[in-house]
């Protein structure tokens, strides 16, 4: 008995040491120069979004599940000078993407299998935005939350999305 049991241990060993609990590292985009850190997100059923900002906007690639990851595509409507990137992403594929641009969060929301809709802008003018986060659930399709430094000193906004690409008024929480 004591024989066997050494002689599974043998076996199983080299397996799990050979094993990787990651696969091969997939290269998204060609090396540039300016681009900032990614946000990422996912559902249950394998889909992915990666979205960063880059010197000429907002760049996203999409995952199908089990496949490959798609070429990156630049976020219509966003530009130079992007920051602070988020990505949120539903069950059923939905996604959203929020940024800092000029001081100001703007967003972009990609229906299921479709591409990301024009950018628009989310947070007011005159008010510096700071660290969009972005969620789905919550009763917004999707809910995007930032900081907002304010003559008063900072507050924390949120905005709805309708679903339609655009989102609702802000409100101060």
Do not use: H
């Not at 008010?127 to 789905?136: D, E, Y």
Request: glycine share 14%; aromatic share 6%.
């Amino acid at each position: 008995m004591l024989r066997a049991l050494a002689l599974t241990a043998v076996l199983i060993a080299p397996a799990a040491a050979t094993s990787a609990p990651w696969l091969p590292p997939t290269a998204l985009a060609p090396p540039t120069r300016g681009s900032g850190p990614p946000a990422v997100a996912g559902n249950d059923d394998g889909r992915a979004v990666a979205a960063w900002a880059t010197r000429d906007g907002v760049m996203a690639s999409l995952r199908t599940p089990g496949g490959p990851w798609y070429s990156p595509a630049r976020v219509p409507g966003s530009g130079r000078g992007a920051t602070d990137v988020a990505v949120a992403m539903t069950d059923d594929g939905l996604a959203a993407v929020t940024w800092v641009e000029r001081g100001r969060v703007r967003g972009s929301i990609r229906p299921a299998r479709k591409r990301f809709l024009p950018s628009t802008w989310i947070s007011p003018a005159g008010r510096l935005a700071l660290g969009p986060r972005v969620a789905f659930g919550l009763g917004c399709g999707p809910l995007v939350a930032w900081q907002s430094e304010e003559q008063a000193g900072s507050a924390i906004r949120a905005a709805c999305g309708r679903g339609d690409g655009r989102f609702g008024a802000q409100a101060r929480v």
